[in-house]
């Protein structure tokens, strides 16, 4: 599979999650970090499809997308081990810890 398969709907999820977050509760670090985290992940899947189509790799696309699931999964992860709240902070670690994996086997 192509990154850009998995990484479109992730950034996808996270966009959605970050106006969630602001609609329901009025979080507007959850709209700035969802929709910021998730915009970057869509430019990159869309740099990699671009790449994929003209049949190239795209270095800076699968290091952008596997930094930034792998900073995610950090920030989550620690948001989740002081909270213990699975949603949003375990459900987004869990996602981004899988795609740091698939996209450092790319």
Not at 14 to 36: C, D, E, H, M, T
Request: glycine share 14%.
């Amino acid at each position: 599979m192509h990154d850009f398969c998995f990484t479109i709907p992730y950034g996808l999820i996270l966009v959605a999650g970050g106006v969630i977050g602001y609609l329901k509760k009025g979080s507007i670090a959850s709209l700035g970090g969802g929709v910021g985290t998730g915009l970057i992940l869509i430019l990159a899947a869309n740099l990699s499809l671009k790449a994929f189509e003209k049949r190239k790799n795209s270095y800076f696309a699968l290091v952008l997308e596997t930094v930034t699931a792998a900073v995610l999964t950090w920030v989550m992860g620690q948001r989740y081990y002081q909270t213990s709240k699975i949603m949003p902070a375990g459900i987004v670690a869990g996602i981004s810890f899988l795609m740091t994996g698939f996209t450092c086997t790319n």
